[in-house]
């Protein structure tokens, strides 16, 4: 069965470092988000992609974060300057067309910023 | 963000009986309802949906049942197995507003052997 994949699984990285997260959606959906969910509270949304570009975003995905879909398979998430408070889980989700309502989630990228 | 919210924390249940997991929203621009399964570390199951026109969807095990004027779903789990212990999040959707999915606080469920 067809899945999202996500690496690195676990990323620790100090306070003010970029960083890039990785995900592989569903090789033929066209709908791509980043959600994140800090430690004891939602899975909240942060930004989905469509057809090369941001179709929405929320207010937690300032200036410092940015997606790209650099080639057929791939689904960036960049943090520029990484602080404290981005330590969550970060999960790609991928839905097929814009008829479909179920986004298929991949197993979530762990990032630790110290 | 209340918009979705799951007010138990947690449910027990034994192997064989009825799960029944609830869920409360506010934004009356929600018109389509999720529940996904998650396990630790890994990443949310999509389980099962519901569109604003139906009242009730079924598969298998698992049913899903929607109260469009008191904004409460509820999934149904019979009979309950242990492997079915995981936590259960709500979601909605807008579809006038985009495809962004509003999650609930999610529900520890424990099935008990």
């Known amino acids: 069965e067809p899945e999202v994949t996500q690496t690195p699984s676990h990323q620790v990285t100090q306070m003010g470092q970029e960083v890039i997260l990785r995900c592989v959606p569903i090789?033929?959906?066209?709908?791509f988000y980043w959600y994140r969910q800090i430690l004891g509270q939602k899975v909240e949304f942060l930004v989905s992609f469509y057809n090369n570009e941001i179709s929405e975003k929320s207010e937690i995905f300032d200036d410092q974060f940015s997606v790209e879909r650099p080639d057929g398979s791939n689904f960036t998430l960049k943090i520029r300057s990484t602080k404290l408070e981005d330590s969550a889980m970060y999960f790609c989700?991928?839905?097929?067309?814009?008829?479909?309502?179920?986004?298929?989630f991949g197993p979530g990228t762990r990032l630790t910023v110290t | 963000d209340q918009q979705v919210k799951q007010n138990s924390p947690s449910l027990s249940v034994q192997e064989g009986r009825i799960s029944i997991l609830n869920c409360d929203y506010t934004?009356?621009?929600?018109?389509?309802f999720l529940w996904y399964k998650k396990y630790p570390a890994e990443g949310p199951t999509f389980l099962i949906s519901?569109?604003?026109?139906?009242d009730k969807n079924e598969d298998g095990r698992f049913t899903v049942f929607l109260n469009k004027s008191a904004k409460h779903l509820s999934l149904h789990i019979v009979p309950s197995q242990p492997g079915d212990s995981a936590v259960y999040f709500c979601a909605a959707s807008a579809s006038r507003s985009g495809s962004r999915l509003t999650f609930g606080e999610g529900t520890q469920l424990t099935v008990n052997p």
């Open positions: 519901i569109s604003s026109i139906k």
């Open positions: 989700a991928s839905k097929a067309t814009s008829a479909h309502y179920e986004q298929y």
């Open positions: 934004n009356s621009m929600f018109d389509y």
């Open positions: 090789s033929n959906h066209l709908y």
